[in-house]
C-alpha cells in the first residue's frame, strides 16, 4: 500500500524522519494519506495525527514498515556479496538457479524469490512484464513494439533487453500512465 | 531483438512465396514455373524484411531523428525494395515504362500513412516512457 503525506511544512521533516527511520517510502498520488490533525478535511479516509504526538505516529507506522528495512538489493557474486543500489539495476530475472539482479555490466545471484522482490520493491519503479522478468523502469530508454501485442524494452548505454510479453502489456500500459 | 528478427525472417520468406505464387496465378502460368525463382523470392523477402527491421528499430524508435528524416528514409527503403523486385520481376525495361513511376509513386503514398501509424504508436509508448521517468527525477 503507498502511503501519501500531508502537513504543515513546519513538522514536515520531523514526520518524513519518522518514515525514513521505518523504511517506508511517501508518495505523492497514495493509496491512503497520513495527514495532520485539522487538515483532513476532504481527504477522508485518511489516517489523522496529531504533531504534538508524533512518537503515537511512529508506533502505528510499524504496521506499515515492509519487512526489510533495507532499500538495497544484496547481490551474490565471485564469491562474495554486493550491496546493489536501486539506480543501478536494470531487471531481475527468474531461472531455475535463482533469481538474477542484472545491472550494466554485471550480473548478482540473490536469494530472494521473484514474488518476493516483487512485495518489497517500489511499484511505482518496477513492473513485472513476464512471468520471469521485473523491470526497473528508470533504467529504460526504449520501447520498442512489435506484432502479437509483444514490446522490447531496451537499456541505456547496454545490449541488454527484455520483452513485455503479450499478457503483462495491459498492465504495462496502464503504469506507464497510457490507460 | 535476435528473436524478433528470426520471427521476422521466417515470415518474410513465406510471404516472399506467396507472392510468387500469386504471381504465377495472376498471370496464368504453372505454378511449377521456374522452380528456382521461388529460391530468388525468398532471397528478395529476406532482404526486404532486414531492410525494414533496421528501419523500424534504428529509425522509427529513435527519437534524434525528426518525423521527417523517419519518412524520407523509410520511403527510400520501401522504394529500394520496390525497385529491386521489379527489376528481378521485369528486367530493365521497367525502367522506360512510365508505369514504373506511377506504381512507385502510388506505393509511397499509400505506406505513408502506415508509416506515421507505426511512428505514432512507438512515440506515443516511448513519450509516456519519459514522463514516467520525469515524474521520478522530481521526487
Redesign the interface.
Known amino acids: 500500500m503507498k502511503l501519501g503525506l500531508v502537513c504543515n511544512n513546519n513538522i514536515r521533516d520531523d514526520v518524513l524522519n519518522k518514515f525514513q527511520s521505518l523504511s517506508i517510502e511517501v508518495y505523492?498520488n497514495a493509496d491512503l494519506y497520513v495527514v495532520e490533525e485539522g487538515l483532513h478535511t476532504g481527504l477522508l479516509p485518511c489516517i489523522v495525527f496529531r504533531p504534538d504526538r508524533l512518537d503515537d505516529l511512529s508506533d502505528m507506522l510499524q504496521a506499515f514498515a515492509p519487512t526489510t528495512t533495507s532499500s538495497k538489493i544484496v547481490g551474490f557474486k565471485d564469491d562474495a556479496y554486493h550491496v546493489i543500489s536501486h539506480e543501478d539495476i536494470f531487471y531481475f530475472e527468474a531461472l531455475d538457479a535463482g533469481v538474477l539482479c542484472h545491472t550494466r555490466s554485471d550480473v548478482f545471484l540473490l536469494k530472494e524469490k521473484l514474488y518476493q522482490l516483487e512485495a518489497r520493491l517500489p511499484s511505482?519503479?518496477y513492473i513485472k512484464v513476464s512471468r520471469s522478468f521485473i523491470v526497473h523502469?528508470?533504467a529504460?530508454t526504449?520501447?520498442?513494439?512489435?506484432?502479437n501485442r509483444?514490446?522490447?524494452l531496451k537499456f541505456e548505454h547496454s545490449k541488454k533487453?527484455v520483452?513485455v510479453s503479450k499478457n503483462y502489456v495491459g498492465h504495462f500500459k496502464e503504469?506507464?500512465?497510457?490507460r | 531483438?535476435k528473436?524478433?528478427y528470426a520471427?521476422a525472417l521466417v515470415v518474410s520468406v513465406f510471404i516472399g512465396i506467396f507472392i510468387r505464387v500469386l504471381a504465377l496465378l495472376l498471370t496464368g502460368q504453372s505454378l511449377l514455373t521456374s522452380i528456382e525463382d521461388y529460391f530468388f523470392s525468398a532471397v528478395i523477402a529476406m532482404i526486404s524484411c532486414t531492410l525494414t527491421f533496421g528501419v523500424?528499430?534504428k529509425v522509427l524508435?529513435n527519437n534524434q531523428y525528426s518525423f521527417i528524416t523517419k519518412h524520407m528514409i523509410s520511403s527510400m527503403v520501401i522504394i529500394a525494395i520496390y525497385v529491386i523486385g521489379n527489376l528481378y520481376a521485369g528486367g530493365t525495361d521497367v525502367i522506360f515504362q512510365w508505369e514504373f513511376y506511377g506504381y512507385a509513386i502510388a506505393v509511397v503514398l499509400v505506406s505513408l500513412p502506415l508509416i506515421h501509424y507505426?511512428n505514432k504508436?512507438?512515440m506515443?509508448?516511448?513519450e509516456?516512457?519519459h514522463?514516467?521517468?520525469s515524474r521520478?527525477a522530481s521526487?
Open positions: 505523492r511505482d519503479r523502469i528508470d529504460v526504449r520501447i520498442i513494439p512489435w506484432f509483444r514490446l522490447l533487453e520483452e503504469f506507464l500512465g497510457m | 531483438m528473436k524478433f520471427e523500424h528499430v524508435t507505426f504508436r512507438i506515443r509508448f516511448n509516456f516512457l514522463l514516467k521517468k521520478h521526487e
